[in-house]
C-alpha cells in the first residue's frame, strides 16, 4: 500500500505518452485489488479525463483486465437526463464504458429523475450499501468510503469533482455526496463527491492536459505560499496521489 501523502508526478510529451502511462497504471491498481479485495473501485469524472482513458480499450489491456470485478462510479455529476450532452455518464459511456465488458449492474450511475438534492442523497444511500456488502472498502481512519481509485480531472480554475474555489461546500465534512444548484460553471445543477470522500481513496490520478490549467497546477505542485488554495491543492488521498501531467499543464512549475 502506499503510504499516505505519497505524492508522484510524471510530464508527457504528449496526450498519446499520457494515456500510455494512464492506461499501465490504472491496469496495475486493477490487478493489486482484484487480488486482494476480488473487486475493483474506480471513480469517474467528466472533461477530458475519459479521452485519457482510450488506451485501456486497446490491447493488451482490453484482453487482460477483469472487468468483471470493476465498479464503477462518479466523483461528480450533472443534475440532467443521462442522453444529455452534459450528462457525465454520456460522456464516460460513449468513450469508455461501451467499449469494455464492465457489467451494466456495476455502474453506479444517478437517479436523472430526481431533484439534485434528491439525487444526492439517493447516491449516498446506494454508496452506503455498497460498503456495506463490502464492494467499497471503508476507511479505518476517517469512516467515509475508501475508492481503490479516483481518476479525477482539474478545471482551469482549480476546481476538481465539482468543488470550486471559494464556495462553502469545501468546507462539507459530514455528508459523502452532496449538491449544488449555483455552479459558476454550467450547468448549475450537479451532485459530488465531498472531499473527506475523495482524500479517503487508496489512490487518486490528476489527470490534466492543457496550458489554460498550468496556473492551477502551480499552484498546488510550486512553492507559492502566498496565493488562495484552490480545490486542487486540498486533495490529499490516504494512499498516493499521481499526476499525470502534459507538458503545457506543467509549463510553470
Given at each position: 500500500?502506499?503510504?499516505?501523502?505519497?505524492?508522484?508526478?510524471?510530464?508527457?510529451?504528449?496526450?498519446?505518452?499520457?494515456?500510455?502511462?494512464?492506461?499501465?497504471?490504472?491496469?496495475?491498481?486493477?490487478?493489486?485489488f482484484c487480488k486482494e479485495r476480488g473487486a475493483f473501485s474506480v471513480v469517474l469524472s467528466g472533461g477530458s479525463l475519459i479521452n485519457s482513458l482510450r488506451k485501456l480499450v486497446e490491447p493488451p489491456y482490453i484482453d487482460s483486465i477483469e472487468w468483471s470485478k470493476w465498479h464503477i462510479f462518479w466523483a461528480d455529476e450533472r443534475v440532467v437526463p443521462k442522453d444529455h450532452e452534459d450528462s457525465n455518464y454520456k460522456l464516460a459511456y460513449d468513450g469508455f464504458l461501451s467499449k469494455v465488458p464492465i457489467?451494466?449492474?456495476?455502474?453506479?450511475?444517478?437517479?436523472?429523475?430526481?431533484?439534485?438534492?434528491?439525487?444526492?442523497?439517493?447516491?449516498?444511500?446506494?454508496?452506503?450499501?455498497?460498503?456495506?456488502?463490502?464492494?467499497?472498502?471503508?476507511?479505518?481512519?476517517?469512516?467515509?468510503?475508501?475508492?481503490?481509485?479516483?481518476?479525477?480531472?482539474?478545471?482551469?480554475?482549480?476546481?476538481?469533482?465539482?468543488?470550486?474555489?471559494?464556495?462553502?461546500?469545501?468546507?462539507?465534512?459530514?455528508?459523502?455526496?452532496?449538491?449544488?444548484?449555483?455552479?459558476?460553471?454550467?450547468?448549475?445543477?450537479?451532485?459530488?463527491?465531498?472531499?473527506?470522500?475523495?482524500n479517503s481513496s487508496a489512490y487518486i490520478a490528476l489527470v490534466v492536459n492543457g496550458a489554460n490549467k498550468a496556473g492551477a497546477v502551480q499552484n498546488a505542485l510550486g512553492n507559492s505560499q502566498n496565493s488562495e488554495k484552490l480545490p486542487v491543492a486540498m486533495v490529499s488521498p490516504e494512499g498516493e496521489l499521481a499526476w499525470f501531467l502534459d507538458t503545457a499543464a506543467a509549463s510553470k512549475l
Open positions: 500500500m502506499a503510504t499516505k501523502g505519497e505524492v508522484k508526478k510524471e510530464v508527457f510529451e504528449s496526450a498519446e505518452d499520457l494515456a500510455v502511462s494512464l492506461a499501465k497504471y490504472t491496469a496495475q491498481l486493477s490487478d493489486k457489467l451494466p449492474g456495476n455502474v453506479y450511475s444517478i437517479n436523472d429523475a430526481l431533484s439534485a438534492e434528491g439525487a444526492a442523497e439517493d447516491y449516498e444511500t446506494c454508496l452506503r450499501h455498497l460498503v456495506k456488502s463490502n464492494v467499497v472498502d471503508i476507511s479505518a481512519a476517517s469512516g467515509f468510503p475508501k475508492f481503490d481509485l479516483q481518476l479525477l480531472g482539474m478545471g482551469p480554475d482549480g476546481h476538481v469533482a465539482s468543488l470550486f474555489p471559494g464556495h462553502p461546500l469545501l468546507k462539507e465534512n459530514e455528508k459523502w455526496v452532496t449538491y449544488i444548484k449555483d455552479s459558476p460553471k454550467p450547468p448549475p445543477e450537479r451532485i459530488t463527491f465531498t472531499f473527506p470522500v475523495i
